[in-house]
């Protein structure tokens, strides 16, 4: 295994490639490189090498290394650039398709990279629907969607009890793709239908700041919390004041947040811009909302905020569907059976 990053708590993409690190580990012998972490580690029984961001060494490591394995599998388009194309010291690998790195105007290193790979896992259909373009004909693309990394929900599970909050949790970039920004514009709205209502923005992120300046000039900046960037504990506490997650993104080829909320049970709040909508059950487990469309997207929130049963109902049909579909030993099944082929061959 070959990623960018292989820490714990760095962000989707690693997320995913601990995962199938964790999820291949139960079935062949695996080992893994980390280009950018600092430190050695280890993911469970899969030891991590790491190169602090040296990419040459990284990347003669990745080729002296792919001599001894039989597979490589990459976390995404990027890092499989590193893939030496030697006949006589050819290994079949596999990549990681996200979403967004290949659905707008994708670097050409990314598309060869992509295209000289022997299976292409993507992380939902909508991806595949969004980015089907980029794949030459006859290339092996296996739809394996994602999960959470745990098996067992919560000890806190549900709407909390405290003041009804919205919680979304994600980095702010420059685009906010997320939606952080269209939160902030529909709170004061919110606020005058529920008085007490609380806006709770988590994660760190580069556009931090001007996530801060919106909220500050808002007429609802008393009922908008900005907590940034917090620790795995941290967030454990962040989850059990929310009522509802929220997150109004374009970008998301699949969105492991939505998934973790799931688990959580709370309900969730998707926009119909991004892969979101295939996660989140319109009706059932939430509602999937136009970005443009703030009007529906207060009545939504308000509705939840309003009726803690109502949330409660809802967040207990997508903790369901965590179990049934986006628990961890769902996801290794479907990437053991995604995989069985490649690494078969």
Not at 47 to 57: C, H, I, K, Q, W
Not at 173 to 185: M, Q, S, T, V, Y
Not at 300 to 322: M, Q
């Amino acid at each position: 295994m070959s990623a960018q990053f292989l820490a714990s708590g760095i962000g989707g993409i690693c997320t995913v490639a601990r995962m199938t690190a964790t999820a291949l580990s139960r079935h062949y012998g695996v080992g893994a490189l980390a280009c950018q972490d600092e430190a050695d580690h280890a993911i469970g029984r899969v030891p991590v090498r790491t190169f602090a961001n040296d990419r040459l060494r990284f990347a003669l490591s990745n080729f002296l290394e792919s001599r001894h394995a039989t597979h490589v599998i990459y976390d995404f388009a990027g890092t499989a650039r590193v893939h030496v194309p030697a006949p006589f010291l050819w290994r079949p690998y596999a990549v990681w398709v996200h979403g967004w790195e290949v659905w707008h105007e994708s670097p050409p290193k990314y598309l060869r990279a992509i295209a000289g790979a022997d299976l292409v896992l993507v992380n939902s259909a909508y991806t595949l629907r969004r980015a089907g373009k980029v794949f030459p004909a006859g290339i092996d693309v296996r739809v394996c969607p994602l999960a959470t990394p745990e098996d067992s929900p919560v000890a806190a599970i549900g709407p909390s009890d405290g003041p009804p909050t919205v919680m979304l949790l994600g980095r702010a970039d420059e685009l906010f793709a997320k939606g952080h920004d269209i939160l902030i514009d529909v709170w004061p709205d919110v606020v005058s239908a529920v008085p007490d209502a609380r806006l709770l923005l988590v994660g760190g992120g580069s556009a931090l700041p001007k996530v801060r300046d919106l909220a500050a000039a808002s007429p609802a900046r008393g009922a908008i919390e900005i907590v940034g960037f917090v620790s795995a504990e941290g967030l454990e506490a962040c989850w059990r004041r929310a009522s509802v997650f929220a997150m109004l993104g374009f970008a998301e080829g699949f969105g492991l947040t939505y998934v973790d909320a799931m688990r959580h049970g709370l309900p969730v709040v998707a926009s119909t811009d991004d892969g979101g909508q295939e996660v989140n059950v319109d009706g059932v487990t939430g509602f999937n909302v136009a970005r443009s469309n703030k009007r529906r997207l207060t009545e939504i929130l308000v509705a939840f905020l309003r009726d803690r049963h109502y949330a409660t109902v809802l967040g207990a049909s997508g903790l369901e569907r965590w179990r049934e579909h986006f628990s961890f030993s769902v996801f290794e099944k479907r990437l053991v059976a995604a995989t069985h082929d490649f690494l078969s061959a």
